[in-house]
């Protein structure tokens, strides 16, 4: 769209830049005693392990603080069903062309398979599949609701996602399909995309993340394989949260609520929804326009819900089933693993604040609401699931969040004014510091490699 495409332009030129700069000898990272010089990484998410393997090449003593008992942060593969690894958090490389996570999965050896999102079946809210007739006029709205968007990113003043397509919610009566389709066309498309409600999403900057292209691919042994891959030889302490960064003397020092550790510089990577509930006390304050990116981002809901059973009883060709739910965003996205990895498993979504709401009800009654739509899909016949696993991202203190998004009221510039660097020695870096690549997996991965480079090159305050 209009607004952004100075983004798109320079989105290739800045991935280009970073691959170039780490293919450039750099001077070795020794202090004027000759020791290496120390850094300390918050966070042993994607990001953080980026930035602490490429330190580590460059010469820093890196140690690596996570508070979790588990390295990973919001990537999470489940070993709950040994015979099938399930990841929680993020699952795809999202667009295999010119992701930089396609050549880091390559040389980590991982295996991978394909989903497609032409091979979807797209159901009525009673339950049949979308006739001919029923796809064009969906198609047709669909078309409206981006087309108003799209003027929208013209006009000088942002609105809401929600209050650009309220004309066209108006014109069709409560309860009425015309009403259902938009409503699906704003979760399906929109919500479960971006993961913020469509009354927060900024119409101007929701969509301002450049999309790669290629196809989806998810991984056989999860999306772990990646992050034990970054970590192997890394120093990293598990089980320590931090509270504390103070970084006004002559060294950086952090403080969890069990050690504390001293650093020439500090990579800040924890998620932008730990930054907001203000979980690590700066000391001096975040500068001001910091605070205001913080503030006014916004920090989004995708949880899922996994369901085994004993037997396949969709259609075991497709890969994406979607439901025009009589309720706004209630499992209206579901994927199948049965094409691509021959698993009996379903995956269904919920975001933005049906996501937040599902993460106070009972596993039991998750469960149950799955299934009932599955039931309206695929008759009353449909078995109970052998197992299941849920996922409650906002409810998490070391997410508060699955991933940012662009709320009203905020820009791309706020992006760069997150990850700006504190007096050259605390660093940030994580998925909502990437301004061409917020939301997703290889955006952290670039992210924690510009914070390493800038944190390698940039001269320190009190050196």
């Excluded at 202090?31 to 120390?38: F, H, I, T, V």
């Amino acid at each position: 769209m209009a607004r952004r495409d100075f983004l798109r332009r320079g989105a290739l030129a800045m991935l280009g830049s970073a691959a170039g700069a780490w293919a450039q000898p750099a001077a070795s990272a020794t202090s004027a005693s000759g020791s290496a010089q120390r850094v300390v990484v918050i966070g042993a998410g994607l990001a953080g392990l980026a930035a602490a393997r490429s330190l580590r090449q460059l010469g820093w003593a890196v140690t690596v603080l996570e508070a979790r008992e588990r390295i990973g942060g919001r990537i999470w593969t489940s070993t709950q069903w040994a015979d099938m690894p399930l990841d929680l958090g993020a699952t795809w490389i999202h667009g295999v062309r010119g992701n930089p996570l396609t050549e880091l999965a390559d040389v980590a050896g991982a295996s991978r398979r394909i989903t497609r999102y032409d091979r979807v079946a797209s159901y009525a809210t009673e339950g049949h599949l979308l006739t001919d007739a029923e796809s064009a006029r969906l198609d047709g709205l669909r078309q409206q609701v981006f087309g108003a968007l799209r003027r929208a990113q013209d006009a000088d003043a942002d609105r809401s996602v929600r209050q650009v397509v309220a004309p066209l919610l108006q014109a069709h009566p409560l309860g009425s399909e015309g009403r259902r389709f938009v409503e699906f066309v704003l979760s399906g498309d929109i919500e479960q995309e971006y993961g913020g409600s469509a009354a927060r999403l900024s119409a101007h900057w929701f969509d301002s993340a450049r999309a790669l292209k290629g196809d989806d691919a998810l991984f056989t042994e999860g999306f772990g394989v990646l992050t034990r891959h970054l970590a192997s030889g890394l120093a990293i302490e598990t089980g320590q949260v931090v509270r504390a960064v103070r970084w006004g003397g002559p060294q950086v020092r952090v403080f969890t609520d069990r050690s504390e550790f001293g650093a020439d510089r500090v990579v800040v990577t924890v998620p932008l929804g730990v930054l907001q509930a203000n979980a690590i006390d700066f000391a001096p304050a975040l500068p001001a326009e910091k605070r205001a990116a913080i503030e006014r981002l916004g920090m989004g809901v995708l949880n899922k819900c996994y369901l085994r059973f004993g037997r396949v009883f969709w259609p075991p060709e497709v890969d994406w089933m979607e439901h025009v739910s009589a309720q706004p965003g209630q499992w209206t996205e579901w994927v199948s693993l049965r094409r691509a990895t021959g698993w009996p498993v379903l995956l269904g979504f919920n975001a933005a604040e049906r996501g937040r709401e599902i993460e106070a009800w009972s596993d039991r009654d998750i469960v149950a609401s799955a299934m009932a739509t599955l039931r309206t899909l695929f008759g009353n016949a449909v078995p109970e699931p052998v197992d299941y696993q849920i996922t409650r991202w906002a409810a998490d203190p070391f997410a508060r969040g699955s991933y940012s998004f662009h709320a009203l009221g905020s820009s791309p510039a706020m992006r760069d004014q997150l990850a700006a660097p504190l007096a050259g020695r605390v660093f940030f870096a994580g998925e909502a510091t990437a301004k061409a690549d917020f939301g997703t997996a290889h955006g952290a991965y670039l992210s924690g490699l510009r914070a390493a480079q800038a944190a390698h090159t940039t001269q320190g305050g009190h050196r």
